[in-house]
């Protein structure tokens, strides 16, 4: 197994890392080292045939945010996905003048080459037609994935406390949930109420018989952990009660040396299948 350097890319929040198309996509936040004005306002690409060369990739501004509106600051989060056939980026994004008004919102690349063809806008995440909840408070981290033929997304938004939410998307359009959400997770155990009563940034993970999510719990210092809910693969994933949230932390700052605060997380299967 190789060695990855530690930190893998410096100054970059919420990574994402993804295959297709015989590259490696890696993204994440970027965040405000000046002030509030010059960060948090863009999101970028690299590429890479293999994931360590992800680190010293040429980065690309892929979209910029607004001057002015929705979708001008706080961009956060952003994830890319391919989706039937099409590539998406998720991300969430405060207004000029709420910068706490963050809701998610979509681009889809108008051809197959993420790095290199443009984006285009698909708006706010839109709730199911007889969903008046979703997405009317503060909700961000989307991500999506494909079990068993059926199409997801989950997302977390306070309501009440910062929980994690799942519903179904087309394919074809997956800016629009097919479904009412189900509450996958809700702030329980001590460890998910230091500082902050918070489950955000989920990532999945699937084997041959289990699905899992990974969440972060907490506010965001040395707090900051990793949660693990687990449900059988063959299940209804849209049933909350398929789903068992691990009672302890997987992973905190008292695992780690000279590290604090491991939280917003993903995965992916490097090119020598590690």
């Known amino acids: 197994m190789k060695n990855?350097?530690?930190?893998?890319?410096?100054?970059?929040?919420?990574?994402?890392?993804?295959?297709?198309?015989?590259?490696?996509?890696?993204?994440?936040?970027?965040?405000?080292?000046?002030?509030?004005?010059h960060g948090y306002?863009?999101?970028?690409?690299?590429?890479?045939?293999?994931?360590?060369?992800?680190?010293?990739?040429?980065?690309?501004?892929i979209w910029l945010a607004h001057e002015s509106g929705v979708m001008a600051r706080h961009i956060w989060a952003p994830e890319i996905h391919f989706i039937g056939g099409r590539w998406y980026i998720f991300f969430a994004a405060g207004d000029r003048d709420n910068v706490w008004n963050i809701r998610p919102y979509v681009l889809q690349c108008q051809g197959m080459d993420p790095y290199n063809d443009l984006w285009e806008e698909k708006g706010k995440m839109?709730?199911?037609?007889?969903?008046?909840?979703?997405?009317?408070?503060?909700?961000?981290?989307?991500?999506?994935?494909?079990h068993n033929g059926r199409h997801y997304v989950i997302w977390a938004e306070i309501i009440g406390d910062s929980s994690l939410f799942m519903a179904t998307v087309n394919p074809d359009c997956p800016w629009m949930l097919t479904s009412k959400p189900i509450l996958l997770t809700k702030p329980e155990y001590d460890w998910e109420k230091v500082v902050f009563r918070v489950n955000e940034g989920a990532s999945v993970l699937k084997t041959d018989n289990m699905v899992y999510v990974f969440f972060s719990a907490s506010g965001t210092g040395a707090e900051y952990c990793m949660g693990r809910l687990s449900a059988s693969a063959d299940s209804d994933l849209m049933k909350p009660e398929s789903w068992t949230k691990h009672p302890e932390p997987?992973?905190?700052?008292?695992?780690?040396?000279?590290?604090?605060?491991?939280?917003?997380?993903?995965?992916?299967?490097d090119e020598d299948s590690a």
Request: glycine share 6%; hydrophobic share 35%; with cysteine.
């Open 250 to 269: 997987v992973l905190s700052t008292a695992d780690l040396t000279d590290e604090a605060g491991p939280g917003h997380n993903c995965f992916v299967v």
């Open 126 to 146: 839109q709730a199911f037609s007889d969903d008046s909840v979703s997405f009317n408070s503060f909700s961000l981290d989307m991500t999506y994935f494909e």
């Open 4 to 37: 990855y350097p530690n930190p893998f890319i410096t100054e970059r929040a919420d990574p994402y890392i993804t295959k297709g198309a015989g590259y490696y996509y890696f993204t994440a936040s970027y965040p405000a080292t000046a002030d509030a004005e």
């Open 41 to 61: 306002d863009r999101i970028i690409l690299r590429r890479s045939e293999t994931v360590c060369g992800l680190a010293c990739a040429e980065e690309k501004t």
